[in-house]
């Protein structure tokens, strides 16, 4: 069964630092997820990782891959406001249709 | 706006009660899909839907009884449930079981 460790759990950061949110999995997965969710709200899809090495950029958000070392990681430059959210990555096992959710880091950026 | 839409958007029942939650999706998916979210725990997957058909059932509960009667929509039936189901329940659909899901707003349930 694969299991997603997402670390940290809660990150308090302030505007304009740079930090890095890690997802590690344990066994093989084709395919990895990261979503947004803002309280009371639901998930919005961030980025989809298809292949070991990928990497995505999506303004101040940026995801990659090591299939290798079951590790993805999800960095925030220069930290705003409007970032602060729960932030979940989810693999997809090798084979299986199903996802596998973290538990979520929340992020909150302190002005 | 998602595409994806979830009735009742909040719900209180007590344990001998029978109700249904509901989504829709209006993004012409084939796949499906029902999700448990309580505080503290990672999201769960309950149920996946394909093409109508069931194709994941991650040892539900029997209480809890998924139905997709086309493939735009997809209710989950409730019946003699307990508080620890008490939970945040999301749909989602994606265009084939393999791609990105998107997920509907949830329907936050208490159960007394």
């Known amino acids: 069964e694969l299991k997603v460790e997402q670390n940290p759990l809660f990150l308090s950061m302030q505007e304009g630092k740079n930090y890095t949110i890690y997802c590690n999995y344990s066994?093989?997965?084709?395919?990895l997820y990261w979503y947004r969710q803002d309280p009371g709200k639901s998930l919005e899809s961030l980025f989809v990782l298809l292949s070991n090495g990928a990497v995505k950029q999506e303004g101040r958000l940026m995801a990659s891959l090591d299939t290798k070392a079951r590790l993805s990681t999800l960095h925030i430059t220069a930290a705003v406001h409007d970032l602060s959210a729960t932030y979940f990555c989810a693999p997809r096992e090798a084979g299986n249709e199903k996802l596998t959710f973290g538990t979520g880091t929340r992020l909150t950026i302190i002005p | 706006e998602t595409g994806v839409t979830q009735t009742p958007r909040h719900l209180v029942m007590g344990m001998t009660n029978k109700k249904s939650l509901k989504c829709e999706q209006h993004l012409g998916h084939n796949a499906m899909y029902w999700y448990k979210q309580s505080a503290k725990k990672p999201l769960e997957l309950m149920f996946v839907?394909?093409?109508?058909?069931?194709?994941e059932n991650n040892s539900v509960p029997s209480r809890f009884s998924p139905e997709c009667p086309n493939s735009s929509h997809l209710f989950l039936h409730l019946h003699t449930l307990q508080p620890e189901d008490s939970a945040l329940y999301l749909c989602a659909s994606s265009p084939d079981i393999e791609e990105t899901q998107y997920f509907g707003p949830g329907t936050r349930l208490l159960v007394l």
């Open positions: 839907y394909s093409l109508e058909e069931r194709v």
């Open positions: 066994t093989t997965s084709d395919r």
